[in-house]
């Protein structure tokens, strides 16, 4: 049963620092893609932050510059440091895996969301 336990968000100032974290269980994070999306109210989930299997690192625009996203494969788990946070920073962010067999997708899961509050 596959499980990504995701935590490290919380309340915030502009300009501050937090360091999310997605824990895995029954799912390898260096054999998938591990994706942070996030969703603010009444808007679309977007992608924040991908790295592949081959440790291929992607970024949405809006966190290029600002955040980084990490994987430590002896904790089976895909960490996101986000600096110089802003108020639009605010929405509930989620991790993503999507496992492969061979060159093919196979699987994909969600976490349940950590929610993430960037205060002016």
């Known amino acids: 049963q596959v499980q990504l336990v995701e935590s490290g968000g919380g309340l915030v100032q502009a300009g501050g620092s937090l360091r999310l974290s997605c824990a895995a269980s029954g799912v390898i994070c260096s054999t998938s893609n591990v994706g942070w999306y996030r969703q603010a109210p009444g808007k679309e989930r977007e992608l924040v932050a991908a790295?592949?299997?081959?440790?291929?690192?992607n970024y949405g625009d809006s966190a290029k510059g600002r955040f980084t996203i990490s994987r430590d494969n002896s904790k089976n788990t895909v960490h996101l440091q986000m600096n110089s946070l802003k108020p639009e920073d605010t929405a509930v962010y989620y991790c993503n895996v999507a496992t492969f067999s061979g060159l093919f997708p196979r699987d994909a899961f969600w976490g349940q969301g950590t929610p993430v509050t960037v205060s002016s």
């Open positions: 790295i592949s299997r081959f440790g291929i690192t």
